[in-house]
């Protein structure tokens, strides 16, 4: 799901709703507890061991890199104090504006509602809270003894004034503090309110819109003002949860339905989810065309369970260009941080879980993030911002995907699989090496879990990406020292063995957390997030040959051949599925592949004996390689455990001399689509030294033959040519032919697309024309006419050779894996061809069975 993680994680937010920060000087003044809870007085006190106390702890001494402690955090906190507005910048970071209300508290402590525009990319709006503007004109005219009428008039005045400032793009109120959001449909005159206030009205108190006649007036007053001057600024009111002076009966936006019914052109936005009363609130916002609801203040006031629990109850109802967010930040920068970390972590648990499970799609749940986060607002308050996503994950103050240390969204997306899949008991992580060995470390789920609630990793040999299959280590890699084995948590799915599952992991330096520079997955992930941060995004479906051939034990080693039923056994013939023991072994793999969640699209016999094909559903690039190494081990299992246990599954270029090789066809496709000639432009440029990575062992080349439908020994395209190494298919839909199973995928992966991007960006021309023949039956004019000038090398080394020099290269396979790759990649493929060569043909190509 790398779209929505990435929408989660670079959508910018619009703040709708927040207060403004406190002045440096004045800090110590408030209690730091006050960020994760809305408890005042004793009660405070109790509030560290709540759960949204514990995690706002765990997560800001992430942070701050200080223990886990309240008293560390403080004084980490008290540090980042001394450069006040650096740090509150940190805090801000990824909020693209903040609609202000500054009616809170004493304006002689915090800081104006613009200087925020120092910490946001866009500049700051106020909300006008009227409570505030008629309690301060009542405070000063009750003390002069002015009329009513006066007092009326001014409020009046002031509020048009608001409505007409460019720099007000809201009202709020807050009579859910003062007589509660049950507001009488009949509202009597203010004159009985006023004489009670001027009975009991002592100059020296700080007057409170208490009055149960006065409070809805005003209120009333602004929804008319409103409706009156055609205002569409939305009127805000406060739900639900807040500091204890409120009547929380009265805190429900059922109560407010009556009034939003009297004022239909006004628009209303029903803060803090009117949680406990969420559900009441997302049933007024869904059926009231003029109700809107903001998720906010529950950040980070609850725990992640109950965050997560207010987003499923909102989404329940509401339509996401009906929601909005805020992070009632207030007083403390650390607010705003917290908030913005936990909505992120909230969304990718739920709207993961709701992809995973079918409930919508990647695409719809992309709309949902962009709509909370940043379109609703945008449009309702008339602020014409551009969505212009942050330019990396690290402006979120969330760990991006594949990150150094597990999020705690990974951890609860690994304990939600846990919990859907019971009989899991073990955790594969694995990575896929520079000889195509897939390697795997084993964990009891108990000590999975452990670790990465302790954010820790596996640690794992710095030598661990220049081993040979037989464990040799190649020149230029030491046995000592440690690198982090990093889990992506996406990638987590179901094995071949119920009680296994899979996730794929990359590299990661032990101390510094930076990526390891040669780490096959990360390379293709580069290329990946390069594409999108350009515009260009790829969709990747691959095909899986394989053959079941026999073994048997001679001389101490195993050998593999053909189970001699090959009678009628050719391409897509409906014959080669008569045999019970094949076609069960075949029914058995796809089962098992559709419980692991992979989408098998068919499968059909191919030419060589007892040889079949899966074709695997398109995926984005990074889920498509980690899907084909879950497909292939599935394979290989259930085939080694099926009926006797004498089958083997093999990738093997050529097991049968006489017989049509064994390949991984690739298909690809790029949107926008219609630039896809120069995408094809500069893959085939650069597919003669790829072919080292593609092709990547000396058996490969035997498959590498003419007329065999194996994607010639000529580079070449052309549409629905099976006998060109790339076949157009339709538009930019393509199938990479000209590589098989003994490539490591992500290379392959990374070594297309990184060369094809090279050529979108840079517009490269496709001087190649399309060939619409055999390119080994034209003459030698006829492939010159047409551009085809250059065959595959003859072998492994001739190949190595050529990707070596691509190191003197500025652009291509170079950009494309970067030179750490492709060092790491001769080195080690040079070494394994020595040991190869050593052993005799017959050994040499059971050895290779064995292994693929």
């Known amino acids: 799901m790398e779209a929505l993680h990435k929408a989660i994680y670079t959508t910018p937010i619009i703040d709708n709703h927040a207060h403004n920060i406190l002045q440096p000087s004045k800090i110590r003044k408030y209690d730091l507890l006050n960020v994760a809870t809305e408890a005042e007085g004793d009660a405070l006190q109790d509030s560290t061991s709540c759960l949204a106390h514990i995690r706002a702890v765990k997560q800001l001494s992430e942070i701050l890199k200080c223990e886990p402690r309240w008293e560390e955090v403080k004084k980490a906190l008290s540090a980042k104090h001394s450069d006040y507005e650096e740090w509150a910048k940190e805090c801000f970071d990824g909020l693209e504006t903040i609609l202000i209300d500054d009616g809170f508290g004493d304006p002689s402590e915090w800081h104006p509602y613009d200087w925020h525009s120092r910490l946001t990319r866009s500049k700051c709006k106020r909300i006008v809270r009227i409570e505030s503007v008629a309690e301060d004109i009542i405070q000063n005219h009750l003390e002069r003894k ?147 609801l903001d998720i906010g203040e529950v950040f980070p006031y609850l725990s992640q369970d109950g965050q997560e629990r207010v987003v499923r109850e909102c989404l329940d109802l509401v339509p996401s260009e009906k929601l909005l967010w805020s992070t009632d930040g207030h007083w403390f920068p650390e607010t705003y941080l917290l908030a913005v970390k936990q909505i992120r972590e909230a969304l990718e648990v739920v709207l993961g879980e709701y992809v995973q499970r079918g409930a919508v799609t990647e695409e719809q749940a992309v709309r949902i993030v962009e709509d909370l986060l940043f379109n609703t607002s945008n449009r309702l308050y008339d602020l014409d911002l551009e969505l212009k996503p942050l330019k990396s994950q690290e402006n979120c103050n969330t760990p991006k995907a594949a990150d150094a240390k597990a999020s705690s969204s990974d951890v609860a997306r690994l304990e939600r699989f846990l919990k859907q899949n019971q009989s899991v008991k073990f955790l594969r992580f694995q990575w896929v090496d520079y000889t195509a060995t897939v390697r795997a470390r084993v964990l009891p789920i108990s000590q999975a879990l452990k670790l990465y609630k302790q954010r820790k990793n596996l640690g794992i040999s710095k030598a661990a990406l220049g081993l ?101 056994h050719n391409w897509t013939s409906a014959s080669s599925l008569r045999d019970d023991k094949i076609l069960s072994l075949v029914e ?165 697309i990184g060369t094809g991007l090279g050529g979108l960006l840079e517009k ?89």
């Not at 390891?516 to 350009?534: D, F, T």
């Not at 992979?598 to 059909?604: A, M, N, R, T």
Request: aromatic share 10%; glycine share 6%.
């Open 146 to 292: 002015s009329t009513l009428d006066h007092v009326i008039d001014l409020f009046s005045k002031a509020v048009v004034e608001a409505i007409e400032d460019p720099e007000v793009v809201g009202f709020k109120s807050i009579i859910c503090y003062r007589t509660g959001l049950a507001i009488p449909e009949h509202i009597p005159g203010p004159e009985a309110g006023l004489k009670r206030i001027v009975g009991g009205f002592d100059p020296e108190d700080e007057y409170n819109l208490q009055d149960e006649d006065l409070a809805p007036y005003f209120v009333n007053l602004v929804a008319k003002l409103l409706t009156d001057k055609k205002c569409k600024k939305p009127f805000q009111f406060h739900t639900g949860l807040g500091d204890n002076d409120l009547s929380l009966t009265l805190s429900s936006a059922a109560h407010l339905q009556p009034f939003i019914k009297k004022w239909p052109e006004v628009v209303f936005v029903l803060l803090h989810a009117s949680y406990p009363f969420t559900t009441d609130a997302g049933y007024i916002a869904s059926v009231h065309k003029n109700a809107y």
């Open 764 to 852: 490269a021309p496709l001087e190649m024309k399309a060939c619409q023949d055999n390119p080994a039956e034209l003459t030698s004019r006829e492939r010159k006419h047409l551009g085809i000038t250059e065959q595959f090398p003859k072998g492994i080394r001739d190949a190595l050779s050529l990707l070596e020099e691509e190191l003197e290269n500025v652009s291509g396979l170079k950009n494309a894996l970067g030179q750490d790759v492709i060092r790491t990649y001769v080195t080690v493929k040079a070494t394994e061809m020595e040991m190869l060569e050593e052993m005799d043909d017959e050994r040499r190509k059971n050895w290779l069975i064995e292994r693929y």
């Open 468 to 568: 040979l299959q037989t464990d040799f280590i190649c020149s230029n890699f030491s046995p000592v020292g440690e690198d982090n084995l990093v889990p992506d948590f996406t990638s987590l799915r179901l094995s071949s063995r119920e009680t296994y599952a899979f996730l794929q992991c990359e590299f990661r330096e032990t101390e510094s957390g930076k990526e390891v520079a040669n780490c096959p997955r990360s390379a293709l992930r580069h290329q990946v997030e390069k594409g999108k941060q350009n515009g260009f995004t790829f969709k990747v479906g691959f095909e899986i040959e394989v053959v079941f051939m026999r073994r048997s034990l001679k001389d101490s080693h195993f050998i593999y051949h053909g189970d001699g039923l090959t009678e009628g």
């Open 588 to 752: 058995a793999i796809a089962t098992k592949l559709e419980v692991a969640g992979i989408e098998v699209l068919q499968f059909h016999a191919e030419s060589s004996p007892c040889q079949f094909e899966f074709a695997l559903g398109a995926l984005p690039p990074l889920e498509a390689a980690d899907t084909l190494i879950a497909a292939r081990d599935i394979i290989s299992t259930v085939t080694a455990n099926h009926l006797d246990g004498s089958y083997h599954a093999t990738l093997y270029p050529k097991p049968f001399k006489t017989a049509c090789g064994t390949g991984a066809h690739i298909h690809m496709s790029v949107e926008p689509g219609d630039k896809w000639e120069h995408f094809i432009a500069a893959v085939l440029r650069n597919l003669r030294a790829m072919s080292a990575i593609l092709y990547s062992n000396e058996a490969s080349y035997a498959r590498v033959v003419d007329s065999l439908w194996a994607g010639s020994t000529w580079i070449a395209w052309g549409p629905q040519n099976r006998e060109a190494p790339l076949r157009q298919i339709e538009g930019s839909h393509f199938e990479v032919k000209c590589t098989d199973g003994l490539a490591n995928p992500y290379l392959v992966l990374a070594a297309l």
